[in-house]
């Protein structure tokens, strides 16, 4: 239930800070403030022995600021939902995490440049920078602890609890088609996010979020 509350959490907030309809369009202008929005399915790419990639998903709203008729800048605001898997996480010599899953809800900020071409079918490459803004992360899994000092065999207990995994900053790249339908398009767009930094678990620990994305979107 607390996974299912920790995804509902930053969804809520991203439809808060979302523009209303009247803001779809920017005041006075034709030009719309929301230019594009897209659903997304991602997949966690750790490489990482000790690491399983599970799939997620997300949602993002876009505006894209035209310099040319082939050169764009983009900025976003997206909510995404990765997941990963840690086999053996070590807190120290008495203190072991086994089959822990993470969860992790992040506010995300794109910033990039596309580059287009094409005339009514039209494809387009883009790479920025971003930031992976934790809202919040989960972790389950089993704990296993044994006392300093004693032969003793360990407790062994389940948990579900707040991981406190940081804020991640990355760069993307990305390809995509823009396929006309009557006045609007559809965006299909894979990319791929890749943190510069990763979170610390333990002193013996890290979790990194790279991640590999497809979007299907409408550009209006």
Known sequence: MSKFRSILKPLATLVLVL???????????SQPFISEMAVSINQ??????NTKDHIGFGIGAYHEFERSERLSLVLGLEYNYTHQFKEVVKESDFVTRTNTDYYLNA???????????????RY????GLYADLMVQSIRSGTLSETNSGSGSNPEIS????????SSFIGAYIGI??????????????PDYKLAFSSSELSKFEKLSNNYLRLQVGIRF
């Open 124 to 127: 387009f490459v883009e790479t």
């Open 158 to 165: 389940t948990f579900e609890e707040r991981a406190g995994v």
């Open 19 to 29: 523009p209303s309809n009247s803001w779809l369009s920017a005041q006075g202008s």
């Open 44 to 49: 966690t790419n750790v490489g990482d022995a």
């Open 107 to 121: 506010l995300s900020v794109p910033a990039g440049i596309r580059f287009a071409g094409g005339n009514e079918l």
């Open 176 to 189: 995509g088609l823009q396929i006309p339908i009557a006045e609007r398009s559809i965006l299909i767009r």
